[in-house]
């Protein structure tokens, strides 16, 4: 068989689409959807992230805001300028741009962004109303998979999903993400002795471990849709993920490609919970 493969590109498109539509019954209303990221210190790869949400805010005709600071900056000095966002009307989404320099603590910084300008979907709050299936900021990416999902058409419910990777970002939050649409859900990670066996059972296997081409042709279930969350080099330094697609692709049912897959749904999502925030805002005010 040959798989399907799902396109974060398009997907992607089709939802950027619809928040074009819904910025512009904001901008009616007087009311620009604003973002701000900060960036500390010089990490390229933080850099070029940060260029591309950049980019699709403007390409979307919503307000962007950088706010770039030296790596020495001191953690009370980062708080400061996130209290500053949190009573700004302009800015609707608030990102720190991760990873930070030692100096400062990731959860205090992230603490510190209002619940309500939390677009990352990270503060605890936000995550504790995801756990109770409330409404909420999603973190971004297991939003972007839970839509790639649905786009295609792909039954979760009464599904075995398994999640491999348990980090906050995304493992985690993912198969919470997939038990609320009714799957069966289990965590696979790093000290999981029989990975195989219960990968091999897997309806929707989700892979998230930042290990390249991990999980090849033995570890998939004929028919299994896979979703490759990893971006990473292989020999030739060409962008890969965690599963080795040339080997899976004739096995699953559906697959997502690196890149083109969940990259791009990512941001689309990050953009989709600012507008959502400008869209609270506004029945707030009424």
Excluded: W
């Excluded at 409330?134 to 297991?142: I, R």
Aim: aromatic content about 4%; overall charge negative; glycine content about 8%.
């Amino acid at each position: 068989m040959s798989s399907a493969l799902i396109s974060g590109k398009e997907i992607g498109q089709e939802i950027r689409n619809e928040l074009a539509e819904r910025i512009n019954t904001l901008k009616n209303q007087d009311i620009i959807p604003g973002l701000a990221v900060i960036l500390v210190g010089n990490n390229s790869a933080s850099k070029t992230y940060v260029s591309n949400k950049q980019k699709t805010c403007e390409a979307l005709g919503m307000h962007s805001r950088l706010l770039s600071f030296e790596s020495d900056l001191s953690e009370d000095e980062l708080v400061e300028a996130i209290h500053s966002l949190n009573n700004d009307p302009k800015i609707h989404g608030i990102l720190v741009q991760l990873p930070l320099p030692k100096q400062i603590t990731e959860s205090k910084v992230l603490a510190a962004i209002s619940p309500d300008k939390d677009v990352d979907g990270f503060h605890p709050i936000n995550v504790g109303k995801m756990m109770l299936g409330q409404e909420t900021f999603l973190p971004c990416t297991p939003y972007g998979v839970m839509k790639l999902l649905e786009y295609s058409g792909i039954e979760i419910a009464g599904k075995h999903a398994v999640v491999i990777g348990r980090s906050h970002i995304v493992g985690k939050p993912m198969g919470q993400l997939l038990l609320q649409k009714d799957a069966t859900v289990t965590y696979a990670h790093s000290k999981t002795p029989n990975l195989k066996e219960i990968t091999l059972q897997a309806d929707i296997l989700v892979v998230a471990v930042g290990r390249t081409k991990m999980i090849t042709s033995d570890y998939v279930k004929e028919g299994a849709v896979v979703i490759d969350v990893g971006m990473n080099r292989d020999e030739n330094n060409r962008l890969c993920g965690d599963v080795d697609f040339e080997s899976v692709k004739d096995k699953a049912s559906f697959i997502t490609p690196v890149p083109g897959g969940v990259g791009p749904m990512t941001i689309t999502m990050l953009m989709a919970n600012t507008v959502q925030s400008a869209e609270n805002e506004l029945r707030q005010d009424k």
